[in-house]
């Protein structure tokens, strides 16, 4: 069966830093690929999503993330965070082998330092 | 704009208490699905529904059941809640492509506690 991992749990950066939010992902053929972002007492908005073709996909809110098959990851990065960038993360894959469904990572809370 | 309700934001019920959780979309959605999010584990699906009538289990449907009598609402149903389901649970939709997926869009989530 498929599965995400989300190696951490907690993130700090400052107002301006970059940042990248790592996700590694287990399924043997080639997964769809989803990062979704949940504000503070809101429902998951989809950020960008990843099914075929160019291995950088750019997303909303200037989020981009980069597909690597050999690494089986697929990190979430934006140049430069806003505060209001904070929230949390979730890595998401669905395949088509893998009963139709969306497996979710643990999620990555990011905080954001004015 | 795709939206996704759910009938309440929070919710206290108390053990042995029957519980109807209710999500309706708007977007004429063939597929609805219902998560329980708990800190540490991210979302973890415990039923979903492909059409009306029809309902599948996901990772987690023990103590659960749910019912799609119309196209639009999808109900999560907890027969004798247990203070194990204090959870939030989030309602998604989509709508399906044949040999893909399509993106779920997501409810506001409704936060309960079972005392």
């Known amino acids: 069966a498929q599965s995400v991992t989300q190696p951490d749990i907690h993130i700090t950066v400052s107002e301006g830093a970059s940042l990248e939010l790592r996700c590694n992902y287990s399924?043997?053929?080639?997964?769809?690929l989803f990062w979704y972002v949940q504000s503070p007492g809101q429902g998951l908005q989809l950020l960008l999503k990843?099914?075929?073709?160019?291995?950088l996909v750019q997303g909303i809110k200037g989020f981009e993330a980069e597909f690597k098959r050999s690494q089986s990851s697929f990190n979430l990065r934006k140049p430069s965070v806003h505060w209001s960038d904070a929230a949390e993360y979730f890595c998401?894959?669905?395949?088509?082998?893998?009963?139709?469904?969306?497996?979710f990572g643990t999620g990555t809370q990011l905080k954001v330092e004015l | 704009d795709v939206k996704v309700t759910q009938s309440s934001r929070y919710l206290v019920k108390r053990t042995g208490e029957k519980v109807f959780l209710e999500c309706v979309q708007d977007?004429?959605?063939?597929?609805m699905f219902w998560y329980r999010q708990d800190p540490g584990l991210g979302l973890r699906l415990i039923y979903f529904?492909?059409?009306?009538?029809?309902?599948e289990k996901g990772d987690i449907p023990e103590g659960y059941s749910v019912s799609r009598e119309k196209k639009e609402r999808f109900s999560l149903i907890l027969e004798s809640a247990s203070t194990n389901q204090t959870s939030m649970y989030l309602c998604?939709?989509?709508?399906?492509?044949?040999?893909?997926?399509?993106?779920?869009?997501f409810g506001p989530g409704t936060r309960l506690t079972v005392l």
């Open positions: 998401a894959v669905f395949s088509t082998g893998g009963g139709n469904k969306l497996t």
């Open positions: 990843y099914f075929s073709g160019d291995t």
């Open positions: 998604a939709s989509s709508a399906p492509i044949a040999g893909g997926f399509n993106e779920q869009f």
């Open positions: 399924y043997g053929a080639t997964p769809y």
């Open positions: 529904s492909y059409d009306v009538k029809m309902k």
């Open positions: 977007m004429d959605h063939e597929n």
